[in-house]
């Protein structure tokens, strides 16, 4: 995927981390001053894909999050 968009004249960065919730940290980073951020379980598919979608409209970060370690 990295070269067919570069090779199409996309420019192209690659985020990574330890795991899903490191990656999303890391891409959230990338945000100097976010006036927003969305929030997803990173246990379920469905959850980041919407979310990520809705967050990319707003032009905002998603953050994954472990199930386990929010109260509420």
């Known amino acids: 995927m990295h070269n067919a968009l570069s090779g ?10 330890a795991d899903r ?5 890391a891409v959230a980073d990338k ?9 997803a379980t990173g246990s379920g598919f ?15 970060p998603l953050l994954l999050t472990d199930p386990k370690s929010l109260k509420g």
Do not use: I
């Not at 199409?8 to 981390?17: L, M």
């Open 8 to 17: 199409a004249g996309y420019a192209v960065t690659r985020f990574s981390g």
């Open 46 to 60: 469905a959850d980041a894909l919407t979310g990520g979608a809705a967050m990319a409209a707003l032009g905002q």
């Open 21 to 25: 919730y490191a990656t999303a940290r």
């Open 31 to 39: 945000f100097p001053a976010p006036k927003a951020v969305g929030v």
